[in-house]
T-cell receptor, first 114, second 117 residues
Framework: DAGVIQSPRHEVTEMGQEVTLRCKPI?????LFWYRQTMMRGLELLIY????????DSGMPEDRFSAKMPNASFSTLKIQPSEPRDSAVYFC????????????FGSGTRLTVV | AQTVTQSQPEMSVQEAETVTLSCTYD???????LFWYKQPPSRQMILVIR??????QNATENRFSVNFQKAAKSFSLKISDSQLGDTAMYFC??????????????FGQGTILTVHP
């Protein structure tokens, strides 16, 4: 298996623009997670899905953030409009049956909003 | 809510020596999982080791082992025979084994480990 695949690896955008981050989980995994990593706040859970259904989005910082999982093999995290404080590394991770054996993380997307 | 605390922002060790990274956590749950993840400069998050709270035996994976003290809510990671490739940020993480927060990993702030030749 190719692991969890995220794209793009790097994204630089101007403030106010829409940003879409993409994730392909491991085939057969039924949980998908979006995390954000910053120096100040560390690793924060933004939202997670079980069988394509959002379970907990309490970590989504603002209405500017939205996430979808239209099918078992694809998820997106969208920021509209983007702001400089959204600059961070965004990780997608997937797991089987909740993650008691741990998540498999993607390589992350480094987002810079200028 | 659960919290995970790593009190050592940075550690260093000589190649081939042993180093221990500390982690404490706070929870009212009795059944949960604990993990150590490694994040090298490539930024990839890699699972190092996991522990199930209901198992008294400490987990071991090759050169990596844990000291799990449930009553003290402590979960330290020991790296034996340190190698240059162990240089990374190490994160301790907690997950409830059930309930509404099942599946959610809570991470500590991380410890930067540098292995010197």
């Amino acid at each position: 298996d190719a692991g969890v695949i995220q794209s793009p690896r790097h994204e630089v955008t101007e403030m106010g623009q829409e940003v879409t981050l993409r994730c392909k989980p491991i085939s057969g995994h039924d949980y998908l997670f979006w995390y954000r990593q910053t120096m100040m706040r560390g690793l924060e859970l933004l939202i997670y899905f079980n069988n394509n259904v959002p379970i907990d989005d309490s970590g989504m910082p603002e209405d500017r953030f939205s996430a979808k999982m239209p099918n078992a093999s694809f998820s997106t995290l969208k920021i509209q409009p983007s702001e400089p404080r959204d600059s961070a590394v965004y990780f997608c991770a997937s797991s089987f049956r909740g993650g008691g054996y741990g998540y498999t993380f993607g390589s992350g997307t480094r987002l810079t909003v200028v | 809510a659960q919290t995970v605390t790593q009190s050592q922002p940075e550690m260093s060790v000589q190649e081939a020596e042993t180093v221990t990274l500390s982690c404490t956590y706070d929870t009212s749950e009795s059944n949960y999982y604990l993990f150590w993840y490694k994040q090298p400069p490539s930024r990839q998050m890699i699972l190092v080791i996991r522990q199930e709270a209901y198992k008294q035996q400490n987990a071991t994976e090759n050169r990596f082992s844990v000291n799990f003290q449930k009553a003290a809510k402590s979960f330290s990671l020991k790296i034996s025979d340190s190698q240059l490739g162990d240089t990374a940020m190490y994160f301790c993480a907690f997950m409830n084994a059930g309930g509404t927060s099942y599946g959610k990993l809570t991470f500590g702030q991380g410890t930067i480990l540098t292995v010197h030749p």
